[in-house]
């Protein structure tokens, strides 16, 4: 007799995470990354703003590797306060899907996103925050469910549209002191891996 059908880890015969494991994680790696950004402000701070020294200074070899510290400095503790709400929500939820994915999301905004900033910010400017891949995880989750062709995805990429629409729009308008760069670049670079890491339907497991 023989019987289609898919295994609980995909047809790998691995169990998958319970979404309570899934939620637990999520939250774990989230509180971890905004306690860095605070902690590396403080030695920021304490070191007379040494730091400030890894962000990104536009169309220069030598800031490349920046592209990726940039992501986790800030000017000032107010800076990062802005970003630790957004930043933890979303990329909370956006971490639900799958560790392993979420990493793979924010590796790829980050570098698209530093490499844009990198390209197109005036000259003589320093760019630091989080908040480009704050806006990359608004596009990756407002992108991600249409994409990947599932309801409760798409809902709650529609609930965050609707949170943080407005004030994503207004973060992509240049305006005096602001990275609108990083804002838009970030935007892009979520929505692109929303598509580039999207779910494929893995092979069903046949027994006979």
Same mark, same amino acid.
């Given at each position: 007799?023989?019987?289609?059908?898919?295994?609980?880890?995909?047809?790998?015969?691995?169990?998958?995470?319970?979404?309570?494991?899934?939620?637990?994680?999520?939250?774990? #790696?989230?509180?971890?990354?905004?306690?860095?950004?605070?902690?590396?402000?403080?030695?920021?701070?304490?070191?007379?703003?040494?730091?400030?020294?890894?962000?990104?200074?536009?169309?220069?070899?030598?800031?490349?590797?920046?592209?990726?510290?940039?992501?986790?400095?800030?000017?000032?503790?107010?800076?990062?306060?802005?970003?630790?709400?957004?930043?933890?929500?979303?990329?909370?939820?956006?971490?639900?899907?799958?560790?392993?994915?979420?990493?793979?999301?924010?590796?790829?905004?980050?570098?698209?996103?530093?490499?844009?900033?990198? #390209?197109?910010?005036?000259? &003589?400017?320093?760019?630091?925050?989080?908040?480009?891949?704050?806006? &990359?995880?608004?596009?990756?989750?407002?992108?991600?469910?249409?994409?990947?062709?599932?309801?409760?995805?798409?809902?709650?990429?529609?609930?965050?549209?609707?949170?943080?629409?407005?004030?994503?729009?207004?973060?992509?308008?240049?305006?005096?002191?602001?990275?609108?760069?990083?804002?838009?670049?970030?935007?892009?670079?979520?929505?692109?891996?929303?598509?580039?890491?999207?779910?494929?339907?893995?092979?069903?497991?046949?027994?006979?």
């Amino acid at each position: 007799m023989s019987w289609n059908g898919t295994a609980a880890g995909g047809g790998t015969g691995i169990p998958e995470w319970s979404r309570a494991d899934r939620a637990k994680a999520a939250a774990k #790696l989230m509180a971890g990354w905004v306690a860095l950004l605070w902690a590396l402000e403080g030695l920021d701070l304490a070191t007379g703003h040494a730091l400030d020294a890894y962000g990104i200074v536009p169309r220069e070899t030598s800031e490349l590797p920046h592209l990726v510290s940039a992501a986790f400095l800030h000017f000032g503790f107010g800076h990062v306060a802005s970003n630790s709400v957004p930043l933890l929500v979303l990329g909370f939820l956006a971490a639900l899907g799958g560790i392993r994915r979420f990493l793979g999301v924010v590796a790829v905004i980050v570098v698209a996103d530093g490499l844009g900033v990198w #390209l197109f910010s005036p000259s &003589g400017t320093n760019t630091a925050g989080a908040s480009g891949v704050v806006f &990359g995880l608004f596009g990756y989750l407002v992108v991600r469910g249409f994409v990947n062709r599932r309801p409760l995805e798409v809902l709650v990429g529609l609930a965050v549209a609707a949170l943080w629409g407005g004030s994503m729009i207004a973060g992509v308008v240049p305006q005096a002191g602001i990275s609108w760069q990083g804002h838009f670049f970030g935007l892009l670079a979520g929505a692109g891996a929303a598509f580039l890491l999207r779910r494929r339907p893995g092979p069903a497991a046949l027994e006979a």
